[in-house]
């Protein structure tokens, strides 16, 4: 069965962490399958859409490296809206409806007060034409409702095996607001069975959406046995809260502002809700080749960011220098080559931390020396250039037989003395990028 997947954000804020794992679920379900994903933009709440949120949903996704086969806007869709509309209103499934909010709020109140499900009473149909027409006159345009069926609905989840919903306990929903507008979860049935949506891969938030959409997607002559659904358990942030796009909660565009590579937010999304290790991948084709939608479990993640920057740091070990050139020279590193890459990159956080060790290498920097006298006999033994990684080993040797250290006590003042530092990459590497004349300014206690 060819698949045809589907990722629809609602242009209303930034998209975070969760939404990214949407994203990225149904990407690898396309891609693993052979199939398609469609890039849907729900920005038919037009009082919340904004065209910046869209652009930037375009923005993120591209970073991430996940690309789409088909894009659409529901806002370019509503005279398909209409349509469909039309075909359940000639079918007599949708009715008009005149309460308003705060009457509907009044009456979920009282069915939770003696204990009943807050599901819509249908008042509505016993309104005739007259007083239809009374509350039109007197200002009161209609929503619209889906006349839902008194049955059972069930599917087998891919995610949380069989799931069934009891006639009556779902309120009909509503499809056309007063304002003429489609609501989200009607437009949504539209545009999946219109567009040719196979697998519905989103979040278990709408999993009581699902009776809802299988019924209007019949009603409008779906294939009764529907398309396959998948709820994910949502992620949760580090202590259990919830993520909030509004909130800007871990958006992709404050993790990308902090150094954080797209591939770490790639490789641990991939696996969290698994029973998988999560290890970082060179390239989403890892991913890709590695997913299984079966191995998602029931239990909500927590998304930890110390998680994230661990993964972060294992990503950049593997970056080889080729894809990491032209970085180095927007940081403003330029004559950073491959050696220093391989120098410094065991040692990174974020690809922003090679800034510090490129002055480390071209200074200037003020080195760390407590005793003169050693520092000044270590300089004496300096070998002459060419350097290798080799010249270290033999150059420390050197100083140990003349001065009689060993390990720390030889090996700390000379890296204290040449970088400033008490720890970082490996010294038989990094003393070739210093070169002889910078080493033996920093031993003589020099700024260099």
């Known amino acids: 069965m060819s698949v045809a997947v589907r990722f629809a954000p609602s242009p209303t804020g930034f998209l975070h962490v969760g939404n990214a794992r949407a994203a990225l679920v149904n990407w690898l379900l396309a891609r693993s399958r052979g199939g398609s994903l469609l890039l849907r933009l729900d920005d038919t ?21 996940l690309d789409w086969d088909r894009f659409a806007r529901q ?10 509309f039309d075909r359940l209103k000639a079918r007599d499934l949708v009715y008009p409806c005149y309460e308003t909010p705060d009457e509907l709020a009044l009456k979920r109140k009282s069915q939770l007060a003696r204990h009943r499900p807050p599901v819509y009473d249908r008042a509505a149909l016993a309104l005739t034409p007259a007083e239809r027409r009374a509350l039109e006159a007197a200002g009161r345009p209609p929503h619209w409702r889906f006349r839902l069926a008194d049955e059972a609905v069930a599917w087998d989840d891919l995610v949380h095996g069989r799931l069934s919903f009891a006639g ?73 809260e919830k993520l909030s796009k ?51 479990g029931r239990s909500p993640p927590h998304f930890e960011v110390e998680e994230l920057w661990q993964v972060n740091a294992r990503v950049l070990h593997l970056l080889p220098y080729e894809a990491v050139a032209d970085r180095l020279t927007a940081l403003g590193l330029a004559g950073a080559g491959a050696d220093f890459w391989e120098a410094v990159r065991p040692n ?22 407590d005793e003169p006298g050693f520092a000044a006999a270590a300089a004496a033994l300096l070998p002459p ?14 100083v140990a037989a003349a001065t009689g250290r060993k390990g720390k006590l030889l090996f700390q003042p000379l890296r204290q003395a040449l970088t400033g530092r008490d720890h970082g990459p490996e010294m038989r590497n990094l003393l070739p990028l210093l070169g002889r004349e910078r080493a033996l300014r920093r031993l003589a206690g020099e700024t260099a």
């Open 246 to 296: 509004r909130q800007g909660s871990l958006s992709l565009r404050s993790l990308r502002e902090e150094g954080v590579e797209a591939m770490a937010v790639a490789s641990l999304l991939a696996r969290l809700g698994t029973a998988d290790p999560v290890e970082p991948a060179a390239g989403l084709a890892t991913l890709v080749a590695g997913f299984d939608l079966a191995r998602f």
């Open 75 to 84: 806002s370019d869709r509503l005279p398909s809206y209409r349509a469909a």
């Open 168 to 240: 009556g306990h779902v309120s009909d929903p509503v499809v056309l607001r007063a304002d003429g507008q489609p609501i989200y979860t009607f437009a949504s049935v539209v545009d999946d069975l219109e567009l040719g949506i196979t697998h519905v891969v989103r979040g278990d938030d709408h999993i009581a959406n699902t009776p809802v959409h299988i019924q209007i997607w019949r009603a409008l002559g779906g294939d009764p046995a529907g398309p396959a659904f998948a709820h994910l358990p949502l992620l949760a942030g580090g202590q259990g």
């Open 385 to 398: 250039e060419p350097w290798t990684p080799e010249t270290w080993k033999g150059w420390t040797q050197a």
């Open 348 to 369: 990174l956080a974020r690809l922003g931390d090679a800034a510090d060790w490129w002055r480390v290498c071209r200074g200037p920097l003020a080195p760390v020396i």
């Open 45 to 65: 709440d037009t009082e919340r859409s904004e065209e910046r949120y869209a652009a930037a949903i375009l923005e993120d996704l591209a970073w991430l490296g």
